[in-house]
């Protein structure tokens, strides 16, 4: 029996002979051509990602920014129109509920006086975000969930603004990282053109309606061909964002990891006003962190994996790896976990237990991966 | 997706060849196929004794790791120069060629009986379908 959801674009990948696995609920693909080769495409030229598994709410009403405001971290009232944030979904109890982007939408589609919110979860947490922030909705603003008719797929690489051009009148250059346009490309009217994503090598993200996304997935790769565009597979998604450290929510963030813990100190404005999860926050703060997540690099050959142990020299437990892989870029193994705070600096040496071994690595400072100039 | 018929193979998908006492092991093309592009092969168990099931190695693929268990009991007597990092380290031939020059280890067998226990390439393919 198959209860996996399909994109609108599987069959697509199928027939470009993608490896397909589960993921969220939905049959996506891990890789193409193979994971080095499209991270290497992502890198240094274009590759394209289908991510329709991404949920995607609408919160729009008179009150929508306090909405926003009181269930995530970052400061909202800052975005402009066309400009989005990453943020988090604190959980209350010191944890996460989720991380996403939140964008502030043209006010086109607005009554008077109302404004809206585009938010953008991870595939694997939508029904629990959707049931916490109906629960946390006491405000005249409404949330819909246009998640099963929208789909999206990133163009990511330092080629994808010259590729995605020959598609469109508006000036992709001019939208600067985190900003977005909605506006025609390929033909397809109502396509939001967003200037983020996950690689760390720029390009856009393009959202649109499911029944246009086949066509725009093909227009995309047919103005990409003088540039050898590649298709690219989740797996290919990971070594990318974890050659520049970002997290990804349930390997490095999680329910009962705090935002301060992980880093995520510059998307949680204590002084913005009440939120979700700030007192305690506050209290984390001033009590100072008793661990860290990190980035390091190994000494060896192995290769670090989710849930093996950190351990100090002398043998005692001070932590656990959240994610690793041997990085495309580096050609070394990477990885990223929470450490005791005394071992958090950057040239700390750290053990990892990889079953009877024991892995020397050294703590320091993401991203892994740096352009060159 | 190949099984040849010369092979006795596991349900850890390693494969056996077997020419009197000596063995050669590898793992399945199925098994490279889902494991990806392979970046490293740790054997440090040559020249010790290890009974069947157990691990002799471990298989660094970009994506997840993998421990190689033993089809047969033996004493492991080479390791394949080709995928060794002192000799060269070249592992993607694994992904090359699983059943010829991406070859692991060699072995002493230390009872022939057990090869019994082992599948054919007609039960092999009935169990990766």
Same mark, same amino acid.
């Given at each position: 029996?198959?209860?996996?959801?399909?994109?609108?674009?599987?069959?697509?990948?199928?027939?470009?002979?993608?490896?397909?696995?589960?993921?969220?609920?939905?049959?996506?693909?891990?890789?193409?051509?193979?994971?080095?080769?499209?991270?290497?495409?992502?890198?240094?030229?274009?590759?394209?990602?289908?991510?329709?598994?991404?949920?995607?709410?609408?919160?729009?009403?008179?009150?929508?920014?306090?909405?926003?405001?009181?269930?995530?971290?970052?400061?909202?009232?800052?975005?402009?129109?066309?400009?989005?944030?990453?943020?988090?979904?604190?959980?209350?109890?010191?944890?996460?509920?989720?991380?996403?982007?939140?964008?502030?939408?043209?006010?086109?589609?607005?009554?008077?006086?109302?404004?809206?919110?585009?938010?953008?979860?991870?595939?694997?947490?939508?029904?629990?975000?959707?049931?916490?922030?109906?629960?946390?909705?006491?405000?005249?603003?409404?949330?819909?969930?246009?998640?099963?008719?929208?789909?999206?797929?990133?163009?990511?690489?330092?080629?994808?603004?010259?590729?995605?051009?020959?598609?469109?009148?508006?000036?992709?250059?001019?939208?600067?990282?985190?900003?977005?346009?909605?506006?025609?490309?390929?033909?397809?009217?109502?396509?939001?053109?967003?200037?983020?994503?996950?690689?760390?090598?720029?390009?856009?993200?393009?959202?649109?309606?499911?029944?246009?996304?086949?066509?725009?997935?093909?227009?995309?790769?047919?103005?990409?061909?003088?540039?050898?565009?590649?298709?690219?597979?989740?797996?290919?998604?990971?070594?990318?964002?974890?050659?520049?450290?970002?997290?990804?929510?349930?390997?490095?963030?999680?329910?009962?990891?705090?935002?301060?813990?992980?880093?995520?100190?510059?998307?949680?404005?204590?002084?913005?006003?009440?939120?979700?999860?700030?007192?305690?926050?506050?209290?984390?703060?001033?009590?100072?962190?008793?661990?860290?997540?990190?980035?390091?690099?190994?000494?060896?050959?192995?290769?670090?994996?989710?849930?093996?142990?950190?351990?100090?020299?002398?043998?005692?437990?001070?932590?656990?790896?959240?994610?690793?892989?041997?990085?495309?870029?580096?050609?070394?193994?990477?990885?990223?976990?929470?450490?005791?705070?005394?071992?958090?600096?950057?040239?700390?040496?750290?053990?990892?237990?990889?079953?009877?071994?024991?892995?020397?690595?050294?703590?320091?400072?993401?991203?892994?991966?740096?352009?060159?100039? | 997706?190949?099984?040849?018929?010369?092979?006795?193979?596991?349900?850890?998908?390693?494969?056996?060849?077997?020419?009197?006492?000596?063995?050669?092991?590898?793992?399945?093309?199925?098994?490279? @196929?889902? =494991?990806?592009?392979? !970046?490293?092969?740790? &054997?440090?168990?040559?020249? %010790?004794? *290890?009974?069947?099931? /157990?691990?002799?190695?471990?298989?660094?693929?970009?994506?997840?790791? @993998?421990? =190689?268990?033993?089809? !047969?009991?033996?004493? &492991?007597?080479?390791?394949? %120069?080709? *995928?060794?990092?002192? /000799?060269?380290?070249?592992?993607?031939?694994?992904?090359?060629?699983?059943?010829?020059?991406?070859?692991?280890?060699?072995?002493?067998?230390?009872?022939?009986? %057990?090869?019994?226990?082992?599948?054919?390439?007609?039960?092999?393919?009935?169990?990766?379908?």
């Amino acid at each position: 029996m198959d209860t996996l959801k399909h994109t609108p674009l599987t069959t697509i990948h199928q027939s470009l002979g993608a490896r397909m696995a589960p993921f969220a609920g939905y049959l996506m693909p891990i890789s193409y051509a193979g994971i080095r080769e499209e991270h290497m495409a992502v890198r240094n030229g274009v590759g394209v990602f289908d991510v329709t598994h991404m949920g995607e709410f609408i919160v729009r009403g008179r009150q929508a920014l306090d909405l926003v405001q009181a269930v995530t971290s970052n400061d909202a009232s800052k975005l402009a129109i066309g400009q989005a944030q990453y943020s988090c979904l604190p959980n209350g109890e010191g944890g996460i509920v989720d991380d996403l982007l939140v964008y502030r939408l043209p006010e086109e589609m607005c009554s008077e006086g109302e404004q809206a919110f585009l938010l953008v979860v991870n595939a694997s947490n939508l029904a629990k975000d959707w049931e916490w922030i109906n629960r946390h909705n006491q405000y005249d603003t409404r949330l819909i969930d246009i998640s099963d008719e929208t789909g999206l797929i990133a163009v990511q690489g330092p080629k994808a603004v010259q590729v995605l051009q020959r598609l469109t009148d508006i000036d992709l250059a001019a939208i600067p990282y985190y900003h977005f346009v909605k506006g025609t490309i390929a033909g397809i009217d109502n396509v939001l053109i967003s200037a983020t994503g996950y690689t760390g090598s720029g390009g856009f993200e393009l959202y649109t309606e499911n029944d246009k996304l086949p066509a725009l997935w093909e227009a995309v790769f047919q103005a990409g061909e003088p540039d050898d565009i590649q298709p690219a597979g989740l797996g290919a998604r990971d070594t990318l964002r974890l050659e520049m450290g970002y997290c990804l929510y349930g390997n490095d963030i999680n329910d009962t990891t705090s935002p301060l813990e992980a880093g995520l100190g510059w998307i949680t404005k204590l002084k913005k006003g009440p939120f979700i999860g700030r007192d305690l926050m506050v209290a984390q703060k001033e009590a100072g962190l008793t661990r860290k997540l990190v980035g390091f690099t190994v000494k060896d050959r192995r290769v670090p994996r989710h849930d093996y142990v950190i351990e100090s020299e002398s043998g005692e437990t001070i932590g656990i790896v959240t994610s690793g892989t041997q990085s495309p870029n580096l050609d070394i193994p990477i990885g990223m976990g929470y450490v005791a705070s005394p071992y958090a600096a950057a040239g700390s040496t750290i053990y990892v237990v990889a079953g009877s071994k024991r892995l020397e690595a050294e703590v320091c400072p993401m991203p892994f991966y740096r352009k060159e100039s | 997706m190949q099984y040849p018929d010369n092979l006795k193979y596991t349900k850890e998908h390693e494969w056996i060849l077997v020419d009197g006492s000596v063995g050669i092991i590898g793992i399945t093309e199925f098994a490279q @196929s889902e =494991l990806g592009e392979i !970046v490293y092969v740790e &054997v440090d168990t040559v020249g %010790e004794s *290890i009974a069947r099931d /157990e691990v002799f190695g471990t298989v660094e693929a970009v994506k997840t790791t @993998s421990d =190689l268990f033993m089809p !047969v009991s033996g004493k &492991v007597i080479a390791f394949n %120069e080709e *995928i060794d990092e002192k /000799e060269g380290d070249n592992p993607a031939v694994i992904n090359e060629d699983p059943y010829g020059k991406g070859w692991i280890i060699k072995v002493e067998l230390s009872d022939l009986s %057990e090869l019994d226990k082992l599948m054919d390439a007609a039960a092999y393919k009935e169990l990766v379908g």
